[in-house]
């Protein structure tokens, strides 16, 4: 069976770049701001042509009034605060695509070292469950042997295969934990990847709202707020256009045939903007408003969030103290029975059940400490941070 190739952390991040979600978030950015720099190109001349004073039922081109031929451009120029108003608010909205899709590449980071994470503990737990289950082969010799000597100790021998079954049951559960883990890498990476070890440093929050994911792309629904409020103020202002138009007629019996040119402007005058400007300002200040609240509301969830994930770690890492304190008294123990056992008072059975507990401690303590690092590369997943400060060291 091939072995997956061995990749560095920074071939890693390459790597999850690529994911299609992440091109995705960026392939929109690129159409926004192809929009908004269509937003500022004026409209497409319009060129007319036609005849003129043609008569229905006596056509022709040599009577008054003088028919005539008629060729004419016309212009139309929106006012340039509206047109760069509506390439800004475009401009935002791709700023935002751009925060969500920094905030995906977070998530996504937190949860491939959260997955591999996973698999170095998976790693470490059966080889416990193998250590255990050695312990187990040693103690049904010693209770073998005592009860051939005749000592009753068929009950425990039977609370060893319960036992043994539980650490069965437990490696089933390992080994399925293990192929999710894996499947997920290999949605995130096309790979699953080995030989890395991944020590999380948490990142210090600045105690800044701005420092989360969330709050940069609630702060990016304001920008594109304040653009449409641009927008909004600049339908006041009016639109203009011009036009010129060619007339050419031939001679006739009563008059010389000459050319014309004719000239005009245009210009919009907002006569209802009671009806249609100023409720579109109003509601552009509305959205605005809400933008605001949405920032408000995303920095209360994400600093929960981010103080939920502490507490997990710290609460991990209290329980890692407390098992440390478990294992030095079973220790204290052991060593007890190991001089009773060495003055010929005692069995060699307790001495094996108490390295079976501190296997049984080991296992635990490195399910906290799991559960304490992914915590952290989690809470470091909120924060907008640089690359080469994730969270992990190679």
């Known amino acids: 069976m091939a072995q997956d190739p061995v990749y560095s952390l920074t071939e890693l991040e390459e790597m999850l770049r690529l994911h299609p979600s992440l091109e995705a978030y960026g392939l929109r950015a690129d159409a926004q701001r192809e929009r908004a720099e269509a937003e500022t190109a004026l409209p497409d001349p319009e060129v007319t042509m036609g005849l003129n004073n043609f008569p229905v039922f006596d056509p022709s081109f040599t009577e008054y009034l003088p028919t005539n031929k008629s060729i004419g451009v016309r212009q139309r120029f929106p006012n340039l605060s509206g047109r760069e108003a509506a390439r800004d608010e475009i401009l935002a909205n791709a700023g935002q695509l751009e925060a ?123 920008e594109v707020a304040d653009a449409r409020i641009d927008r909004a103020e600049a339908a006041f202002k009016p639109d203009w256009g011009a036009q010129a138009t060619y007339q050419q007629r031939e001679n006739g019996t009563n008059f010389d045939g000459d050319d014309w040119v004719s000239f005009g402007v245009t210009l919009s005058v907002p006569l209802w903007s009671g009806r249609k400007q100023e409720p579109r300002l109003r509601a552009a200040k509305t959205d605005r408003s809400a933008a605001l609240t949405d920032v408000h509301a995303a920095a209360r969830s994400a600093l929960s969030q981010y103080e939920a994930l502490d507490a997990q770690r710290k609460a991990a890492q209290e329980s890692i103290l407390v098992l440390g304190d478990r294992k030095r008294a079973i220790a204290q123990v052991m060593e007890d029975r190991l001089v009773v056992y060495e003055s010929g008072a005692g069995g060699y059975a307790p001495i094996i059940d108490g390295e079976i507990a501190l296997l049984t401690l080991d296992y635990q303590v490195r399910a906290e400490q799991a559960r304490a690092d992914i915590a952290t590369v989690r809470m470091n997943g909120l924060l907008v941070i640089p690359l080469d400060q994730t969270g992990a060291q190679p």
């Open 100 to 222: 969500a899709r920094a905030a995906r590449l977070a998530e996504l980071r937190a949860e491939m070292f959260g997955q591999m994470l996973i698999l170095d503990k998976v790693a470490d737990q059966i080889i416990l469950l193998d250590a255990r289950n050695a312990k187990y082969d040693e103690l049904d010799e010693v209770y073998l042997a005592e009860v051939d000597a005749g000592s009753p100790s068929l009950f425990r021998l039977a609370e060893i295969e319960g036992e043994r079954a539980d650490l069965e049951r437990t490696r089933v559960g390992l080994v399925s934990e293990r192929s999710s883990a894996e499947a997920r890498l290999r949605d995130l990476l096309g790979t699953v990847p080995d030989g890395i070890d991944i020590t999380p440093e948490l990142v210090v929050w600045s105690g800044q709202a701005n420092a989360f994911h969330t709050v940069r792309i609630a702060q990016e629904s304001v």
